[in-house]
């Protein structure tokens, strides 16, 4: 069973950066897509940004410029470096890995950007 496990979370000023990271277990194949989605209080969840096992990449227009996603394939791990992180990118970050097999979630990590 796939389990991913994400870290990295916390409490920073606007203006400041965090580097979430994702753990992918459980599988001998690498995913063919991983992503980071968010939710906000009282908001449905919305994609941050995602990219293919060849790297390939994709980011919403609110964090195109400031969120930077990347990936470690030996080491079956994922990244998300947010940098320029403003009160509105207040979430609940959960990564997400696509294979042939599923689509798995990982539990998800609080961010809270406040001053």
């Known amino acids: 069973q796939v389990q991913l496990v994400e870290s990295g979370g916390g409490l920073v000023q606007p203006g400041g950066s965090l580097r979430l990271s994702c753990a992918a277990s459980?599988?001998?194949?690498?995913?063919?897509?991983m992503g980071w989605y968010r939710q906000a209080p009282a908001k449905q969840r919305e994609l941050v940004a995602t990219?293919?096992?060849?790297?390939?990449?994709n980011y919403a227009d609110s964090v195109k410029g400031r969120f930077t996603i990347s990936r470690d394939n030996a080491k079956n791990m994922g990244y998300l470096q947010m940098n320029s992180l403003k009160p509105e990118d207040t979430a609940v970050y959960y990564c997400?890995?696509?294979?042939?097999?599923?689509?798995?979630w990982g539990q998800g990590t609080q961010v809270t950007v406040s001053s």
């Open positions: 990219i293919t096992k060849s790297g390939t990449t």
């Open positions: 997400n890995a696509k294979y042939t097999a599923g689509d798995y």
């Open positions: 459980g599988s001998i194949f690498r995913p063919y897509i």
